[in-house]
């Protein structure tokens, strides 16, 4: 069997298929963007939730691939923001912004916050050979750390101290099968994997 990961973010690709691997062995084949011709572009995001950001790039992928696709999109929900910047998380400070832009606007508009409490959520969009869309959720409870800490991940994982790891490590801290073993991303891959196995 063979599936399409919509994304052309390269830490992405990698966290996804390294999920999938571990789910499916060698049961299926994992394509990318970089295996569709003629290539296809970004994708707009112009949904108002995650779910809706997602089969926005299910249905482009799936269109034009006709095979299986997944995509997803992800969300950092700040407590003392009001759940920002939530749908807006890759480019909170700009179209354009960098991880670290984004981890810097962040850190300096909870300067002074002592409530550091915040969720990560991603929603996987499935579209099977048929057409049928389904969609799974993961998500992880944290908190955001006064400083970045750790080289590994991407994106806001060297400030989101998840809470359920007692050494108070960042994703960043952490080695690739740790986080995967409880980040949103993972856990929504794997509410996927359970579903196709049913």
């Given at each position: 069997?063979?599936?399409?990961?919509?994304?052309?973010?390269?830490?992405?690709?990698?966290?996804?298929?390294?999920?999938?691997?571990?789910?499916?062995?060698?049961?299926?084949?994992?394509?990318?963007?970089?295996?569709?011709?003629?290539?296809?572009?970004?994708?707009?995001?112009?949904?108002?939730?995650?779910?809706?950001?997602?089969?926005?790039?299910?249905?482009?992928?799936?269109?034009?691939?006709?095979?299986?696709?997944?995509?997803?999109?992800?969300?950092?929900?700040?407590?003392?923001?009001?759940?920002?910047?939530?749908?807006?998380?890759?480019?909170?400070?700009?179209e354009n912004a960098t991880y670290a832009d984004n981890v810097h606007k962040l850190l300096d508009a909870?300067?002074?916050?002592?409530?550091?409490?915040?969720?990560?959520?991603?929603?996987?969009?499935?579209?099977?050979?048929?057409?049928?869309?389904?969609?799974?959720?993961?998500?992880?409870?944290?908190?955001?750390?006064?400083?970045?800490?750790?080289?590994?991940?991407?994106?806001?994982?060297?400030?989101?101290?998840?809470?359920?790891?007692?050494?108070?490590?960042?994703?960043?801290?952490?080695?690739?099968?740790?986080?995967?073993?409880?980040?949103?991303?993972?856990?929504?891959?794997?509410?996927?994997?359970?579903?196709?196995?049913?």
């Amino acid at each position: 069997m063979k599936i399409i990961l919509a994304t052309h973010n390269p830490h992405k690709r990698e966290e996804l298929r390294s999920v999938l691997r571990s789910e499916f062995s060698d049961s299926i084949e994992v394509l990318t963007l970089e295996d569709i011709h003629p290539p296809i572009g970004d994708i707009e995001e112009t949904g108002t939730t995650l779910e809706e950001n997602a089969l926005i790039k299910a249905r482009a992928v799936h269109a034009q691939a006709k095979l299986p696709t997944i995509a997803d999109d992800t969300g950092l929900e700040v407590t003392a923001l009001g759940g920002a910047p939530g749908v807006f998380s890759a480019r909170y400070a700009g179209e354009n912004a960098t991880y670290a832009d984004n981890v810097h606007k962040l850190l300096d508009a909870l300067r002074g916050e002592t409530n550091r409490s915040a969720k990560f959520s991603t929603v996987i969009a499935y579209i099977n050979k048929h057409g049928a869309e389904h969609l799974f959720r993961g998500e992880v409870e944290g908190t955001i750390t006064d400083s970045p800490r750790g080289t590994n991940g991407f994106g806001y994982d060297p400030i989101f101290a998840p809470t359920e790891d007692l050494s108070k490590r960042t994703f960043a801290e952490m080695s690739d099968a740790e986080k995967n073993a409880m980040s949103h991303r993972g856990r929504a891959l794997r509410a996927f994997a359970q579903s196709l196995r049913s």
